[in-house]
Structure formats: structure tokens, C-alpha cells
């Protein structure tokens, strides 16, 4: 007996040619996805570059408007005082980047901070004997403030969209603004030596082997003499960090310094006998990012510099300088 048309036309596929389909979409969607996730991370890094090239700009009308740049950060408390660094009377804790926020759309956050009291409450040494800065006092209680409970406030032009890294502190005393209080971290900061461990230690430091930033700083654009295009500025870093912790964009806590590039970039937390861990940096004040091959710095005159995590640390000390009286190429 011969089948109608009809009767042939309803037979559907069959198993195999189901897997088959199958299997052809998912070999598709396996081309496909590696040039997805590039567009993404393009995309990604486009917004990274832009964030930092938004601070380091914001930076430039903080001069403009007061005659000197913006300090890496106001009055320390944790920071370990010396014979030679000698502590504020008045301790802030103020993460610098609150001063630029009137110049990154964000004013109305910007309205709610009390600049003369506390942004976090950390006034002790966390560990290895120190004990912080005794010579001051705390301006205030940041959980009673106001300024505590706006520290967990993320911000976007401060996060980079390529790292997925935990963006808040959590509760904890030499980490966090104080009591239950969280911080959001910064994927980006100013340029700072880790000798800023040390209460004042910008304004001990000669010029020629002072950053740009430091704590208390006062650094106007004129006392760049190695030029602002070859400087230093802000820099990028990870919201993981295996010893210690990125820095808040709002206050500073225990070892908060800032980045300081001659630490390296992406310099990984490698446990011993095995493999370097990438996308948790070794320790605090490192510069890296999820970038290929290297992270984003902002130079002086408000330029954004792709450096390459194989430019020697001797080099990247020397673009840290703002007065030293060597440039540096960044070019490996």
C-alpha cells in the first residue's frame, strides 16, 4: 500500500537527528562563546579605563579649585607611631577620594558626610605590636556620626566591572568603619608608598622620593618635576587580597595605604608548593587587575597608561616619583 503525502509529512525526527541538532547547536554555541566573553571583557575594561580616567581628572578640578591635590587620606589612627612620624591630634580616617566625589556626579552623597569627624573608628595597631596612633584622638564615633553607615554605599565609578570579587568588607573591627557597620572597597586609589604604614610619613619624606600622594598630603601639579606625563596618579587594584584588604573608598583601615606600584603588578598569593591563585593579589597596597597581561594606571596630566605586569619594579618605582629627577620608560 502506497502512503499519502500527508502520512509522510507527520513523521518527525528521529533520535539520532535529534542528537545531531544537538550536538551541531552546542558545537555552535562553543564557537561562539570565547568571542562573547571577549566582547564582554572589552566592554569591561573600555568601562575600567574610563572609571580611572574619571578620577584622575576629578583629581585635576580638586586642584583647580583648591590650589592643591586631594591627600591619599585625612589623619590616620592604626598607623604606627614614631619618634620620626609623629601623629595628628585629630584622627579622621578619611579615605581621600571622599574630596573628589562633588567632582564625580556624586554630590548628594557628598551632602550627607561630615568631614570633620570620623569615617571609621579604627585607632589601634592590629597586630605585631603596635598600637596605633596614641598621640591622637578620634574625631568622634563614625557608628554614631552618619558617616559610618553611608561607608557601604557602592560606588560605580569606583568598581571595575572586571573583577568579581567581593565589593563590601564586611563587619570587622581593623577592616570595617566600626560596630556591625560595613565599607565598600575601591578597585582604584592614589598612588602611595606602603611607608604610609607610618603616621605621616609623606611630610617626613624628601622630595625627591616622595609619591604624589601620601597621608596629609599637599601635593600641587608644580612640584611634579619629572612631568605629570610621566607620574604615577591612581592606580587599579583587586577587591581580593590575601594578606590584609583593599582599600574603602570612603575611610582607612588597618594597612589602607593606597597602591604602591613598586609592590609589582599582579603579583599573586602563590601557596607554597603550589600555584598562584590569580585574581587574589599577595598582599596590601599591590596593583593588578582581571586585565590580560597587566592593569591601568592614570598618569599626572590625567592620561590613562595600560603598564604591563612584566615592567620591572625598579621602573615602576621610578614612575612612583614625582621628583627624582629620572623618567622612566614603561615600555617592556
Known sequence: MIRSSAARSARGFTLIELLVVIAIIAILIGLLLPAV????????????????????????????TNQVLPPAGRSYGWCNVSATYVGDPQILNMNGLVLLLP?????????????????????????????GNTNGTLAGDATTDGNGALMATKI?????????????QGASGPYGPGGSLDGAKTNYDFITSV??????????????VRYMFGENSTTKMTDVKDGTSNT???????????????????YRGWVMTGIDPEEGINHWYTPTGGTPQVGTLASWAYAGSMHTGG?????????????????????????????DGTIASLDS
Open 103 to 131: 567632582y564625580i556626579e556624586q554630590t548628594a552623597l557628598d551632602g550627607q558626610l561630615n568631614k570633620k569627624a570620623a569615617f571609621g573608628n579604627q585607632n589601634t595597631g592590629y597586630c605585631c605590636g603596635d598600637t
Open 156 to 168: 560605580s565609578t569606583f568598581t571595575c566591572p572586571s573583577d568579581n570579587g567581593n565589593p563590601l
Open 37 to 64: 566573553q571577549k566582547v564582554r571583557e572589552a566592554a569591561a575594561r573600555s568601562k575600567c579605563t574610563n572609571n580611572i580616567k574619571q578620577i584622575a581628572l576629578a583629581c585635576h578640578s580638586y586642584e583647580s
Open 232 to 250: 604615577f596618579m591612581i592606580g587599579e587594584t583587586l577587591m581580593t587580597i590575601y594578606n590584609g584588604r583593599t582599600s574603602s573608598w570612603g
Open 195 to 208: 611607608g604610609d604604614f607610618s603616621c605621616n610619613y609623606w611630610k617626613a619624606a624628601a622630595p625627591s
Open 295 to 323: 592593569c591601568n594606571f592614570a598618569m599626572g596630566d590625567g592620561s590613562v597608561r595600560f603598564v604591563q605586569a612584566s615592567v620591572s619594579t625598579t621602573t615602576l618605582l621610578q614612575v612612583s616619583y614625582m621628583s
